[in-house]
C-alpha cells in the first residue's frame, strides 16, 4: 500500500470536515496564482497577537530545545503564551489528522522533520499561505514552498555518533557499512521511522542509496528500538550503546558541548540530510498569534538562536554556524526528496517493521 | 398505591442509558468495525490478518507466554509472603503488608522505567554495580530488562500484589477450627499446612493465578516501554501500534476481540474457582485462626519479605529518586553532583506540566465522585432489588471488568469520534473511560457494602413517608460512609495511574499525566520523568492518606468485618 491513496481518503475527510474552511474546494487545485506578500512584523500584527494572547505550536524538535524557544518567544511578546505539543514527526501527523478528522482545531503552528507532511498537508489544502520578510529576502529557494505555504525552519542531520569511553575513535565506525561488522552487535541503537520524521526521511535516503540489504543486515545486529531520533544520543550519554546508527545531529552537539561523553562520525557514504519546515494552519484557532510567531522565529536572531541554544543548522544565511562545528557545505549528505517520502512512507514504515520486528 | 411519586424507575432508564453509553456503543462498535474492510464493507479480512499474519500471530503468541509465566511467577511469590503474613509468628507483619499494598500506587509503566534505570544492560545502577564487585567486563551483563524475561519480571513486581492481598485476606479468614482440629487429632504443624491450609487456600490461589494472567494480558505500559526497545510487541502494543499513521481501527478493533473474549472466559472461570472456595469458609463464625510458630526461622523469613518488597518498592524509587536529582540517570547522585535541573525543566520549562496535571487531578477527582455516586446507586438497586431489571444493571456494572483498558479506548474512539457525541478532544470521553473502568471494583465492593446495611432501617424511613431516594441519602448514605469513601479513594488512585485507554483517546488539550510521561519516555527525557512521577506518586499518596482520616478507620474496620463475616 502506498501513501499515495491513504491521505488523499484521509485528507479528502479532512477538507469535508473542515467544510467551512477558508480553502474551500482548494485541494483540488491547491496552487495559487501568485505566492503571498512577504510580511512583515508590524505593530497591528503584535497588537492582534496579543488580543488572541496564546498559541499552540506542534513540533517534533526536541522538547528541552523546544521550550527554550517558547520561553524566548514568550519574553520578546510578553502577553502571548505558548503551548508547546511535542511528540515524534509521525506521531504529530497522525495526530493533526485525527483531530481535523473530529473537527479539533487544536494547532495552530506546525513544525515537522518529515517534509513530506508538508506536502500532503498543503494537497489537503490544511495550511494558510504565509510568507516572513525575512525567508522572502533571505531564504534561499530550495527552502520555502513556491506558494507560500512553508518554509524550512530549521535543518539537521543524522549522523552515526558513538560513546567516547566505550569506542576509541580509531575503533569507531567510519560509515554504515562498517555498523555491519559482528563486533558491534548488541552494542547499536537506533530511532523509528514510524515515530521519528528524521529517521523517516533518513530511511529512504539510505534505503535508495544503500539498498535495502543495508537494513535487512542491521536488523541482525540486535539493534535497540527506540522511538524519537533525539534518543539515541541520550542513550549514548547514558552508556546505554556504544554506537547510534541514526539520530538527530543537534542532540549530539548539545550533549558533546555539555561535556557528556560523545562524539558524532559523518559517514563515508553521506550523511541523511533532514529539512524541517513549519506552516500556519489553514483553520489555527489564534491565526494573527500563529504569524507573529512564524515570523518571529524566520527572523535572524532567532534562527540564530536556534544554531546557538538548539544546535539546530539554519537555512538563513545571516546565521552563523557553531564556532567548531563543520558548516552544512563541507559535510557530505544524501540528497533530500521530500516527494518521494510522501510516496514510499508507508511502504517504508511496513518493510522496516518486518525487518526489525516492531 | 398512590404515593408521593417516587423518581425510581426515570432513575433506573437514566442509569440504564448511561451504562449503554458506557459499554454497549463502544463494544458495538468494536465488534461492526472488526467485521468492516477501510471502506466500510462486510469482511472477515481482518481475523483472517490476525491469525495469519506474523506480525500479529507472534504477538499473540508472545502475549500469551508472558500472560502464563507472570501469572506463575506471582503465585510463587505471593502465595508464600501471604502465608508468612497471615498464618505465621513473623515479626513485621503488618508492615509487610502495608508495604506490599503501598506498592500498588506504583503505575506499572512507571516502574517499568524505574527498572530500565536498574537494569538496562550496560547503563543500569545495579549492572553497573555488579561490575565494580566482581569486575565483570563493560560489555557484559548480569541483567538485560530489555528481553522477554525482563519483562515478565517487571509485570510480575506490580501484579504479584494483586495475588498477595487475595491470599492474604483468604488466610485470614480460613476457619483455625479445622486446623486446631487436625493438631487434636495428632498431625504435625507442617502436616496441618500441607493437609488443611493448602487444600483450603489452593481455590483462592487459582483465583489470583486468573487476576494476575488477566493484568498481564492486558497491559500496556510496561511492554511499551520494555518490549519495543527489546525488538517484539504484545497484543497491546500492537493494538496501540496500528493507530499510528496511517491508522487501522478495523484491524485494531478485530486484534482487540481475542483480549476481550479470552478475558470473559478467565472470568467465569476466576468466579468459579472463588465460588467453591465461598463453599468451603463460609457460615458461621469461627475463631482467630491460629499463628505458626518460625522460631529460628523467623528473622529469614522478614530477610525474604524485604528482598520481595525491595523489587517494586525500595530499587525502583531509590533509581527515580536518584535520577531525579542527576543530570544523566546512569550515574549515581552525590551532594556535589546532585542537581535541580530536572524539577526546573518539568515545573518551570515544560509547558505540558501544569495542563497536564490540572486535567489529571480534574479527571481523577470527577471520575472518583461520578464513579463512586454511581457505584453506589447501582449497587442499592441490586442489593434492595429496588426496580424490576435490576439484575441487568448488576451485570453492566461488571461487565467492564472484562473490557481491557486498550480495548475500551479503541472502542470509544470508535463510538465517540462521530455524531451525534462526538467527544473524542473533550475530557468527557476520558472521564468515560475511567469511570467505565473502575465500575466494576467500585460496584463490588459497594454492593458487598450494601449487604451489611440492615434493610430494616430503610424500611422504616420508607414506613414514614420517605421516598426511596431520600431513604437513600438520610440514612443508608452515612451508613455507607466509610466504604464510599474507599471507594472514591480506589478509583482515584486508578485514574491517576491510568494509560493504556488513555493513551487512545488524548488530544493536545486534553494530556494527562500518565500520556505526558508515556511521551517524555519516547524522547528518553528521563529526568523529567523521574520528577513526574514521584509528583504522580505523592499525590496519589497524600489523597489516599487524607480520605482514610476522613473516613474514619474504626468505622471502616467494623464495616470491613461484617462485609466478610
Not at chain 1, 567548531?324 to 511496513?350: F, H, M, N, S, Y
Not at chain 2, 468459579?272 to 485462626?289: D, F, H, I, Q, S
Not at chain 2, 468527557?428 to 469511570?435: D, H, K, M, R, T
Amino acid at each position: 500500500m502506498t501513501r499515495k491513496s491513504t491521505p488523499r481518503r484521509l485528507t479528502r475527510r479532512h477538507v469535508l470536515a473542515a467544510s467551512a474552511a477558508a480553502t474551500g474546494a482548494a485541494f483540488v487545485t491547491p496552487v495559487q496564482a501568485a505566492p503571498p506578500e512577504a510580511q512583515k512584523i508590524t505593530p497591528a500584527l503584535i497588537e492582534a497577537a496579543k488580543k488572541e494572547g496564546k498559541l499552540a505550536w506542534y513540533t517534533s524538535v526536541d522538547l528541552p530545545v523546544a521550550e527554550k524557544i517558547a520561553k524566548a518567544f514568550e519574553a520578546a511578546y510578553p502577553g502571548i503564551s505558548m503551548k508547546v505539543e511535542r511528540s515524534g514527526a509521525e506521531r504529530i501527523f497522525q495526530r493533526i489528522g485525527q483531530e481535523y478528522q473530529s473537527k479539533i482545531y487544536n494547532c495552530d503552528v506546525v513544525n515537522s522533520s518529515d517534509a513530506a507532511h508538508l506536502i500532503v498537508w498543503k494537497r489537503g489544502g490544511m495550511l494558510a499561505p504565509f510568507v516572513p520578510e525575512d525567508v522572502a529576502r533571505y531564504f534561499p529557494a530550495a527552502h520555502k514552498d513556491p506558494d507560500g505555504m512553508y518554509a524550512s525552519w530549521r535543518i539537521t542531520l543524522s549522523p552515526i555518533a558513538y560513546n567516547t569511553k566505550l569506542v576509541k575513535p580509531e575503533d569507531a565506525p567510519k560509515g554504515f557499512i562498517d555498523l555491519l561488522d559482528p563486533k558491534w552487535v548488541g552494542k547499536i541503537v537506533k530511532a523509528h521511522p514510524g515515530y521519528s520524521g528524521t529517521i523517516m526521511t533518513a530511511t529512504q535516503q539510505l534505503s535508495r542509496d544503500l539498498g535495502w540489504e543495508y537494513f535487512e543486515k542491521l536488523a541482525k545486529q540486535k539493534v535497540m528500538q527506540v522511538q524519537s531520533a533525539a534518543d539515541p544520543p541520550k542513550k549514548l550519554a547514558l552508556g546505554e550503546r556504544a554506537v547510534m546508527a541514526d539520530g538527530t545531529e543537534y542532540v549530539v552537539t548539545t550533549l558533546k558541548a555539555r561535556g557528556e561523553p560523545i562524539a558524532e562520525v559523518y559517514a563515508v557514504e553521506g550523511t541523511p540530510l533532514i529539512t524541517g519546515p513549519s506552516a500556519i494552519m489553514a483553520r489555527a484557532a489564534n491565526p494573527n498569534a500563529a504569524r507573529l510567531f512564524t515570523a518571529w522565529s524566520m527572523t535572524a536572531e532567532a534562527q540564530q538562536m536556534n544554531v546557538d541554544v538548539g544546535a539546530l543548522r539554519s537555512a538563513h544565511p545571516l546565521v552563523k554556524e557553531r564556532p567548531g562545528r563543520p558548516k552544512l557545505a563541507d559535510i557530505k549528505t544524501l540528497r533530500e526528496d521530500a516527494a518521494a517520502v510522501a510516496d514510499q512512507a508507508d511502504a517504508i514504515k511496513t518493510r522496516y517493521t518486518q525487518l526489525f520486528k516492531v | 398505591m398512590m404515593r408521593a411519586f417516587d423518581a425510581s424507575r426515570p432513575v433506573l432508564i437514566a442509569v440504564a442509558a448511561l451504562l449503554v453509553v458506557m459499554i454497549v456503543l463502544p463494544v458495538g462498535w468494536l465488534v461492526v468495525y472488526s467485521l468492516s474492510d477501510k471502506d466500510g464493507g462486510a469482511t472477515l479480512g481482518n481475523f483472517t490478518t490476525l491469525f495469519t499474519d506474523p506480525t500479529f500471530v507472534d504477538p499473540l503468541i508472545t502475549t500469551l507466554i508472558i500472560a502464563v509465566s507472570v501469572s506463575l511467577l506471582c503465585c510463587a511469590i505471593a502465595a508464600p509472603l501471604g502465608w508468612l503474613v497471615a498464618r505465621t509468628d513473623m515479626p513485621f507483619a503488618k508492615s509487610v503488608r502495608t508495604l506490599v499494598m503501598a506498592s500498588l500506587v506504583t503505575p506499572p509503566f512507571v516502574g517499568a522505567i524505574a527498572w530500565e534505570m536498574l537494569a538496562a544492560p550496560n547503563s543500569g545502577l545495579l549492572n553497573q554495580l555488579w561490575r565494580v564487585l566482581t569486575g565483570m567486563p563493560a560489555d557484559e551483563a548480569l541483567l538485560d530488562i530489555y528481553s522477554l524475561e525482563g519483562l515478565i519480571f517487571v509485570i510480575a513486581c506490580y501484579t504479584f500484589p494483586y495475588v498477595f492481598i487475595l491470599v492474604a485476606n483468604a488466610l485470614d479468614r480460613m476457619p483455625g477450627e479445622l486446623e486446631d482440629a487436625s493438631s487434636m487429632l495428632g498431625a504435625k504443624t507442617w502436616d496441618t499446612a500441607r493437609r488443611i491450609t493448602v487444600p483450603l487456600a489452593l481455590p483462592t490461589l487459582l483465583a489470583g493465578a486468573l487476576v494476575a494472567f488477566l493484568q498481564a494480558l492486558n497491559l500496556f505500559g510496561s511492554p511499551a516501554i520494555l518490549a519495543i526497545p527489546a525488538g517484539f510487541h504484545t497484543l497491546t502494543t500492537r493494538i496501540w501500534s496500528l493507530f499510528q499513521f496511517p491508522p487501522k481501527p478495523e484491524l485494531a478493533a478485530a486484534a482487540s476481540l481475542p483480549l476481550l473474549i479470552l478475558t470473559v472466559l478467565l472470568l467465569r472461570a476466576q468466579a468459579m474457582a472463588l465460588g467453591r472456595r465461598g463453599y468451603a469458609v463460609l457460615g458461621g463464625k469461627y475463631g482467630e485462626p491460629r499463628l505458626i510458630r518460625l522460631g529460628a526461622l523467623k528473622w529469614p523469613a522478614v530477610g525474604l519479605a524485604l528482598v520481595v518488597l525491595a523489587m517494586p518498592l525500595f530499587l525502583p524509587y531509590a533509581a527515580l529518586f536518584n535520577s531525579a536529582f542527576s543530570r544523566v540517570a546512569s550515574r549515581i547522585i552525590s551532594v556535589e553532583t546532585a542537581t535541580l535541573h530536572n524539577f526546573r525543566f518539568t515545573f518551570l520549562e515544560l509547558s505540558s506540566t501544569m495542563p497536564a496535571l490540572k486535567n489529571t487531578f480534574l479527571l481523577a477527582v470527577s471520575s472518583a465522585t461520578v464513579g463512586a455516586l454511581l457505584a453506589l446507586l447501582i449497587a442499592y438497586i441490586v442489593a434492595r432489588q429496588a426496580v424490576a431489571g435490576h439484575r441487568v444493571l448488576g451485570f453492566l456494572a461488571t461487565a467492564p471488568l472484562a473490557i481491557p483498558g486498550i480495548v475500551l479506548g479503541v472502542g470509544l474512539f470508535l463510538a465517540y469520534t462521530r455524531p451525534p457525541l462526538t467527544l473524542y478532544g473533550t475530557l468527557w470521553i476520558l472521564l468515560i473511560a475511567f469511570v467505565t473502568i473502575e465500575l466494576p471494583a467500585a460496584y463490588q465492593q459497594l454492593s458487598s457494602a450494601f449487604h451489611a446495611v440492615h434493610p430494616e432501617l430503610e424500611e422504616a424511613g420508607r414506613m414514614l413517608g420517605a421516598t426511596r431516594l431520600r431513604t437513600l441519602a438520610d440514612i443508608t448514605a452515612p451508613l455507607l460512609r466509610s466504604a464510599v469513601i474507599a471507594t472514591w479513594c480506589f478509583i482515584f488512585v486508578a485514574v491517576i495511574r491510568e494509560l493504556s485507554a488513555a493513551v487512545i483517546l488524548f488530544t493536545s488539550d486534553t494530556k494527562v499525566l500518565s500520556v505526558l510521561i508515556f511521551d517524555l519516555k519516547e524522547s528518553g527525557d528521563v529526568g523529567a520523568i523521574a520528577v513526574l512521577s514521584l509528583v504522580m506518586v505523592g499525590i496519589t499518596t497524600v489523597v489516599v492518606a487524607a480520605a482514610n482520616r476522613l473516613g474514619g478507620a474504626r468505622n471502616a474496620g467494623r464495616l470491613h468485618a461484617r462485609a466478610v463475616g
